[in-house]
């Protein structure tokens, strides 16, 4: 890759490329060629890893405050100035299209830039003891070594969120990109070590999943895990983490519902939801996946949707005149059109797309089901595509009974003009993130995470730093 120096692992400040390990390809989910061959990391480089982490953790929580924090606004320079470097790599290695992986690019860079300032802003409390010769204190430290692990739907912000707390918070980090999508996150490490972080305080690794969890999870070495990725796979780390008494923070993806009110703009709001639901292919957590419209406005509602949907125009992520890229992996292609035929057989009906494109690559047509009802999959099920099922509600009840049928409590998003209902609708969801009238809900500032089988822990905003830092109690005499 352009500007990208050896690609693969990094351990303890050294790159490590792919003619010294067994590889793996990366490929072009437009169904180009292999965009990379990267190493797989052995047992010996995972043991390597761990021991630059506990000696990285030894010289980055021994750097204050304003030092981590120009390192980290350095990150966030170096990426605003290669926007376009990173853009184009997570393109080719994911998919999006090219405007979004700007937009990623420098969403990422605002994580860096926010937690710049959380570094110094870390407190502690003195507090007066039962005698005059007594302090009693607390001190907030970092706790250790990180073990972090992301999924590839957002293959350099996903990384960024953890990378940027973790190591604001003086933590050091071995870091486990998705392998479907690693480069982004080799090239943010990159920036990072041109930025100035000490060695062993970033370390990257990647091969075999499962094993390298399990090996990370388990070392003394590791003090926290943070894991963005699928139920299944966050149950697979909970339980290592539970075997070696280590906490641990999840996002493991959501259903969102949007509840569209009848006293709201029924082709305003398809408009918006259409741009925020095919955004990346449909594969975002937060992402709107099912709409639960008021009856009176329900039909109205549909058209509007189908209308704006089948306008998009679908191809390869690098042509700029993309909207909708392909998915990113060949079996998550197939996942959502299980859902498709599921609910089809279940009595749905497909008012736009509903099948694969009959081109090369992973493309799957911007879908709408409309008559879709609770026993079919895609109600439950995460969809992480395309496709939007429609359903109808008729009182506030009913909408929040549907709403909050599934496992999941990520985002939910509520569309009304009475500030009655946004509040009541708002506070009866079960989910950590709302948005009321909008669905730009993810922004730097902000805690970002959810409940339920959809994870605990934050990243973002004030919130996202506290996953990093331990309390210590300090009693005095004098």
Known sequence: MQGLTSPGLLIDGRWIGASERDRFAVEDPSGGAPVAHLPRATTADLDAALGAAALGFERWRAT?????????????????????????????????????????????????????????RIYGRLLDGRSDGRRLLTRREPIGPIAAFTAWNFPLLLPGRKLAAALAAGCSVVLKPAEEAPLSALRLAQACVEAGLPDGALNVVM????????????????????????????????????????????????????????????????????????????????????????????????????????????????????????????????AVHGLVEDAVGHGATVRLGGAALDRPGNFYAPSVLTGVTSEMAIMTTEPFGPVAPIATFDTLDDA???????????????????TRTAFLASERLEAGMVGVGTFAIATAEAPFGGVKDSGFGREGGPEGIEDYLVTKYMAIEL
């Open 64 to 120: 204050d405050a304003w030092r981590r924090s120009e390192v980290l606004r350095g990150v966030a320079a170096i990426m605003r100035r290669d926007v376009e470097l990173f853009a184009l790599t997570m393109t080719l290695e994911q998919g999006k299209p090219l405007a979004e992986s700007r937009a990623e690019t420098l969403a990422t860079a605002d994580q860096f830039d926010w937690y710049a300032d959380e570094t110094r």
């Open 400 to 418: 929040i009974a549907q709403a909050n049928a599934t496992p999941f409590g990520l985002a939910s998003y509520v569309f009304t003009t009475s």
């Open 207 to 334: 091969g075999d999943p499962a094993a390298i969890s399990a090996h990370l999870i388990a070392s003394p070495t590791i003090r926290k895990v943070s894991l963005t990725g699928s139920v299944p796979v966050g149950r697979t780390l909970l339980h290592h983490a539970a075997e070696a008494v280590k906490p641990s923070a999840m996002e493991l993806g959501g259903h969102a519902p949007v509840l569209v009110f009848a006293d709201a703009d029924p082709r305003a709001v398809a408009q918006a939801a259409v741009a925020a639901k095919f955004r990346n292919a449909g594969q975002v957590c937060a992402s709107p996946t099912r709409f639960l419209v008021e009856a009176p406005i329900a039909e109205a509602f549909q058209e509007a949707f189908v209308e704006a949907a089948s306008g998009l125009t679908v191809g390869p992520g690098a042509d700029p005149a993309t909207e909708v890229g392909p998915l990113t992996t060949r079996r998550q292609l197939e």
